[in-house]
């Protein structure tokens, strides 16, 4: 195989992302397969016949169902709100499609797993899109646990933090809207720091959380596309019906204590995807604002030299930099979505399934129910029973 | 009142920086009362004989009854091991000297109420060592809050992070061992947390905390002094009685969300006493290896040039800070034991309580056993239920 | 016009920039006028091929002299080694294409205005390839300073301060090479300086300055492409004949003070390419390996709240960034040179010359030689004097 | 000998700085000879009898020349205006005092040689006044160039930046003033960086500089003292006579390059005393304004994990640093003047000369002037030459 056909559901923040990501691949990593363009798919026919020329894609069509019965189509990309996730899905791995699906996989624990059991039962690859893996800085991380060089993990903790509800007459987005969205900050930032700490520490055992929404009405919006508020906003209100802000408290199975916070009223903070990991041996502290850097300490280093080191991870030491530009020349955002395309690319090249894979999305959909279930009962809840 | 003398029971670290901070006042605040550094007291005669001529006391002695009864003697200040703070509290108050007192106050939250019952009784001006709020930075992120300037509260997070622990070689020096320190990184550590939290956003409501001891046994000291081991181990072990790290989550009356983490774990941060607050208005953050400096962050800024402004607190506009140097010219940790003299020292002139006294004192140890009982009985407690 | 035939003859680092660029254009500037990435042109056939499928051109050769006299071709993009921008450019201008040619325009000051006048002369658009420029975080910095913000100018300090050559075993690459590269860190790296500062600052009156070859002899290599030495080194060594590192100072027309340094020798800097500002009202300080932030300073902030804020130039209000990410999501190297190719295409949209365009280019070529003659002669050189 | 008896002559800034350094000696290192404060000399009586009881000195004087001869007095320190210091040096060394004066030595190369003779001509110990070099955090870099750590150097780049006179209201103090102080930013702060590089790197072969008075008039002062302008200000101005900001580049004799710059026109900088050195094996970074920390980088780190590391110098691996807090636990700018003395008592205990002592407050002088030269006459000028 040395290329793929893909459909791609959705064309707004994501499918922008998505299509970008596919672009860059072949040129960036040209000895991988390389993912054709085929067709763009929305429910709105001008926006997404716009979105074709703009992004690229070969044709378009608002007929998902359809898109997912071609049989020159390989590979279903889903990237609608998150309501929709689930039928496509089903349907598309029914259809022998492969699945890459934006997280979270689901609205819900059960939907997931039905999900997960509908691509293991088509023999099909799928792969849920925890983008923020796949920042090298984050691999390095990865890497020096995985070889010991951090030692025993003691504490975990991560912060996703954002500012854009900080202001009451911000629109009732759909993202603010559980019927769509799911859930709120928790759902949307704290999926990504529960599969950072599936990724970099392991299971989770136990969970407690905590959560609010400060501001419980806002006016309707005309429109709304992904974190943006489009257009003018009506004098209507209606209820914020999401958490603005979920924290929670965890024990690993290996031991160590995690501490998360998902918030959308960090003022200041645009997007601070963050973490720090202290082991026995050394550390690490991640901030996705300065996505190329890593600090990293280590316990055996000389007495009078010990200290956190800033490091670029833009060497060719580091995973998938040597494909980009010369060191020290930072990248962005969109390059962990070519990454995450090209670990797509080589399990199918390796007959595997990609990690992370529709298990860890189902996974990081478990701790999402625990956290839940943990703030309605206001008590400790074990993730293995639900 | 120009002068005020100083009987201090205890000589170690928290000795040594007591008696710098009395020694720097004079000459830096000369307007203020002057302590005069009269007794000194320990166990040890010798050592505490050697403390005096160091230190620079006039006398000293090994017996603290003794010193509590003398005529010549106005305050006492108690910075000796936590399990002795009560007894020499209430004895020095029934015998009408004013206190101050290390943190915590006493071991559990009765012995400390009872040390405010007695102060209170006594008609004493009674303060607690909470040093860290007298960092100029720290009073900035006061102002503020006070002013308004940040808005309302949403969150509140901090952490006292430390890695002497680590090493499992090192000894269960008396920090480690419950009958004598109370608790561990939690009453240690977490007690200053508690006590900012308090200073900046105000009561806590309910809180559910998580604690660890990671490595159960260790070496049994030869002797032990402060933060540190000195001298040579036994071959023998004994059990670690105390946590290594506490966190928990808290909700404040006004409804901020606060998270709390104190360690003695983590790897690479030697004394990291750091928060960060969200308002609506603003943010700040801090952290103690920069003492001198905050992160500043208002919503009002002009669109293309929002960010956190490192603030350096050494400017005449800063709080104590036109007494030392030059703006620009770091103050280290010491100078926070001077502010707090300061603060003592305006409220006898001010006939006032100091801020802040026994009543935060007990509040904070309010905070800790509320959190030690959430984490014994899993579930979380109503702090004003103690 | 709603596109433009793109010619490009080079397939490197830089062709490899450029291709890039083009192809992100038309997707994240779609009301802009397209490139169409119509031949590349290389000297090896085999790798230009190559180079045409990996980077998406529609045909490929290695005859550029024909290449430029194509009629479907609007547009020469110029990236082969330096030696070779001078021919390449007044043949296409002489053809009536325009022109980007990367920086240094030509190997000498002489050669630059020839292109200049070549290019004039056709009536063709030209533009050069001071990428840097079109960071967002640098046109921010741009604003602030025609806006007044940052008063009257004082001060100026650039480093661009790379550490590739440190190692003695790195062999012998083009661009250590004077008759291919000119000059070394001077040229290559100082020239990017000297155009910020007059892109920011304006002209800089007289110059003097100092350089030094630390290593003066390396390994032959047996092929090297753009900054990176591949495959072995022959045992041979042969004669490093540009410079390693170059300082200058220099008198700004408007008063202010510059200092300048380029070097491949500062051990740990990957690619730190900064300057800071200081004016009578405010001050910047930019480092590209975090390309996304400008430090920003004002004068007439509140007393006790003065400090540099880290600006994240990826809000709305800053230039170009609307077109990517959302706020707080970073963007990376690559991007500066899609932006210099919309500046590009809204020029001609404008029948108006882009800006930087071969004056600039001259004028940089202009200070690079003054410096080169200051150091010859070991004293002060005034600009205009070339 | 035990313990020293001081005759300390200036009262302001550095008299407060001196007075506070002696004063902590003996409590941290009491093991150490100890300085008695006995007399404080300044010519307003009522001043110095005011500094000498805030300070804590025995006695007070407005007659330096008595101070100088009396036999009860061993050391004399003197922090007078800098064109008082000639005078008084010589005649305290003719009396057989040892000798600590604040930098720059004199007004003059010639002046300071004369001192330097008298100091050696008597026999006595003499001292000058770089206290930045005792900051642990460059002690650090000092020790890793000793032990070759840093390898062979290339790069030395070193600022003092200030903003005080940014505000062109600021009234025309003492500092100036060309015939009290001598310079202005250029032997005020320009003295320390170049005292630094001759710590650090060794000796400057030659250099060319440039300087400017940006604000060439400026209102009389009521009275100033040290950095501050006190009291109100005429509606009478007055000439500037020294600069606001000199640069000079520099080759040492080991031919590594240089570049510095003093300035107190760059804005948001209150005192950034900073410097960067990059040697073939490893580069370090210093900024006084978190003069606890040195960055720190090594390039035989594992290829992974390169990086600059932010080295807290406050274990007691660092120089100084076990003798005040626990790890992790600030100090400030008063520290490094005890540590000077520390050294002066050490150097009295090994009958040595302290470091830096009178030769290096000449070479400093040497460095100075040639600069001036050398903007004078527009030239490089050989430093050895004057």
Known sequence: MNSLNIGMVGYKFMGKAHSNGYRALPMFFPDRIKPNMKVICGRNTGAVAAA??????????????????????????????????????????????????????????????????????????????????????????????????????????AWFLQDWLVDPDFPLAWRLQKEIAGSGAHGDLGAHLIDMAHFLIGDIAD????????????????????????????????????????????????????????????????????????????????????????????????????????????DPAHAYAGAWWPAGHPIGYEHTFTHAFVEFMDALQEDRQPVPNFNEGVKCQQVLEAVELSIKERKWIEVSSL
């Open 52 to 157: 074709a020329t703009q992004f690229g894609w070969e044709e378009h069509t608002s007929d998902w169902k359809d898109l997912v019965s071609r049989d020159d189509i390989d590979l279903i990309d889903i990237n609608a709100p998150s309501n929709a996730h689930k039928e496509i899905a089903i349907a598309a791995a029914d259809a022998g499609k492969h699945l890459y699906c934006e997280k979270p996989l689901a609205l819900s624990l059960k939907d997931s797993r039905e999900m997960l059991e509908a691509a293991e039962g088509a023999g099909v690859k799928h792969m849920v899109g925890f983008n923020y893996r796949f920042a090298p800085a984050v691999l390095l991380a990865k890497k020096l646990i995985d070889d010991g060089r951090l030692g025993d993990i003691h504490h975990f903790r």
């Open 207 to 314: 969970v407690i959380g905590m959560s609010e929404t400060f501001i419980k009405e806002r006016p309707l919006p005309d429109e709304t596309a992904g974190l943006s508020a489009t257009g003018g906003q009506s004098a209507q209100t209606g209820p914020v019906t999401v958490d603005d802000a979920t924290l929670f408290m965890a024990r690993f199975a290996n031991g160590a204590l995690g501490s998360f916070e998902a918030t959308r009223f960090a003022t200041g903070h645009r997007s601070t995807n963050s973490f720090e990991i202290n082991g026995s041996k050394g550390s690490v502290i991640f901030d996705f604002e300065r996505m190329n850097e890593l600090q990293v300490y280590f316990t055996d280093d000389q007495d009078d030299v010990q200290g956190f080191r800033r490091v670029l991870a833009t």
